[in-house]
T-cell receptor, first 116, second 114 residues
Framework: DQQVKQNSPSLSVQEGRISILNCDYT??????FLWYKKYPAEGPTFLIS???IKDKNEDGRFTVFLNKSAKHLSLHIVPSQPGDSAVYFC???????????????WGLGTSLAVNP | DAGVIQSPRHEVTEMGQEVTLRCKPI?????LFWYRQTMMRGLELLIY????????DSGMPEDRFSAKMPNASFSTLKIQPSEPRDSAVYFC????????????FGQGTRLTVV
């Protein structure tokens, strides 16, 4: 049972255009959301995050939007660049019973291709 | 800083053999995580340590899996005996805090059990 879903396995956009990657979650207890980027043969790298008390967080070309009522978040990349081509993972965190640590639940990823 | 270092990068072994994956976290980080990535299930947290102590091992799939962290700079994940369904990419990650967020990942070990 996937608690974090990325329904689009792949996305292709033109350089300079906007890339929108979507993520849905089912657990209303999630209180922190993250996006990671992964290049082939490398581990995921942290990109941007958002707390459930906010609905938007921006960092340069990357903006994450959170819609709690719809249990949906999205990552916008503007403008998209060929170097953004990677797999993007959405992850959600909730407090666990084990010492209040946050355990990440991951989506399966969306492969983004930015074409020159 | 060299980042999180995992070894080996690739491992091919026969079913029934013991496999040991190794991880050196970033110096100064006090939390360490072992993840497994498969096509079907994505990234799954197997176990994480805080200050070398296992905090949550609920993701460890079976007793065949074990993990240790004898000191702050080294951890191992052992599978004994290995099975073909254990084939996956195993990632180690570390972070400054107990929160499993914004962790830094190693490059992973691709394990193939034949």
């Amino acid at each position: 049972d996937q608690q974090v879903k990325q329904n689009s396995p792949s996305l292709s956009v033109q350089e300079g255009r906007i890339s929108i990657l979507n993520c849905d979650y089912t657990n209303s207890m999630f209180d922190y959301f993250l996006w990671y980027k992964k290049y082939p043969a490398e581990g995921p790298t942290f990109l941007i995050s958002i707390s459930s008390i906010k609905d938007k967080n921006e960092d340069g070309r990357f903006t994450v939007f959170l819609n709690k009522s719809a249990k949906h978040l999205s990552l916008h990349i503007v403008p998209s660049q060929p170097g953004d081509s990677a797999v993007y993972f959405c992850a959600a965190a909730r407090f666990t019973n084990a010492g209040n640590n946050r355990k990440l639940i991951w989506g399966l990823g969306t492969s983004l291709a930015v074409n020159p | 800083d060299a980042g999180v270092i995992q070894s080996p990068r690739h491992e091919v072994t026969e079913m029934g053999q013991e496999v040991t994956l190794r991880c050196k976290p970033i110096s100064g980080h006090n939390s360490l995580f072992w993840y497994r990535q498969t096509m079907m299930r994505g990234l799954e947290l197997l176990i994480y340590f805080n200050n070398n102590v296992p905090i949550d091992d609920s993701g460890m799939p079976e007793d065949r899996f074990s993990a240790k962290m004898p000191n702050a700079s080294f951890s191992t994940l052992k599978i004994q005996p290995s099975e073909p369904r254990d084939s996956a990419v195993y990632f180690c990650a570390s972070s400054f805090t107990r929160m499993a967020t914004e962790a830094f990942f190693g490059q992973g070990t691709r394990l193939t059990v034949v």
